[in-house]
């Protein structure tokens, strides 16, 4: 996986395309506060990162994570801003202390993770009590699956959850949801660590 995305890193901007007027539902959802720390899983080339630093504000702080390299050296080139981190790993195994961040947006990237429930499990350890997931695409499941179905490599197989699925995996983890949006345009999952 990590070597397919690096290999794609030069290129993505230009094939992948993200609807602005989704962006700010999905936005609206995540509920960033001024001050606020994200951690911005899946980050790739940081298309998320201009609007992350306006809502933190000047004491906010981005955490731009990827599993590839070379997705974040391209992100890095664009984003010069010092409240930006750029961190390099494996959603399954995040390299940041306990209960370090107040939002967590996973955004275009939940069908790549090998250990979903994992994953989870690691977001939750990082969140504040109270922290806030949010899990994402600015298309239907449906669309993003049959993408992936049609690309030649290793995520070819990766698939966004149904709600069943996904409300599953979320309350395994205690997480409690807040809201889905889940159809043909936009899927959207928001949960709160524990009691909200």
């Not at 664009?78 to 940041?96: N, T, Y």
């Not at 250990?115 to 695409?137: D, F, M, Q, S, W």
Request: neutral net charge; charged residues 25%; contains cysteine.
């Amino acid at each position: 996986m990590r070597k397919y995305f690096n290999e794609q890193a030069e290129k993505w901007d230009n094939i992948v395309c993200h609807d602005p007027l989704k962006l700010d539902v999905i936005f609206e959802n995540l509920d960033v506060k001024t001050g606020h720390t994200v951690f911005d899983t899946g980050s790739g080339t940081g298309v998320l990162l201009e609007r992350l630093l306006k809502k933190t504000g000047s004491k906010g702080h981005v955490i731009a994570f990827d599993i590839a390299e070379k997705m974040l050296y391209v992100s890095r080139k664009k984003h010069l801003s010092s409240r930006i981190s750029f961190l390099q790993g494996m959603a399954e195994h995040i390299p940041l202390a306990d209960e370090c961040c107040h939002r967590v947006i996973c955004y275009s990237v939940f069908p790549h993770f090998t250990e979903p429930l994992k994953t989870i499990g690691e977001i939750k350890r990082i969140l504040y009590p109270g922290g806030l997931l949010v899990i994402a695409h600015s298309q239907g499941r449906e669309k993003i699956n049959e993408i992936h179905k049609k690309i030649n490599g290793p995520v070819n197989g990766d698939h966004l959850p149904d709600r069943e699925e996904m409300c599953f995996l979320l309350e395994k983890e205690n997480f409690v949801i807040k809201n889905i949006i889940d159809n043909s345009e936009i899927y959207c999952y928001v949960a709160y660590k524990g009691e909200f």
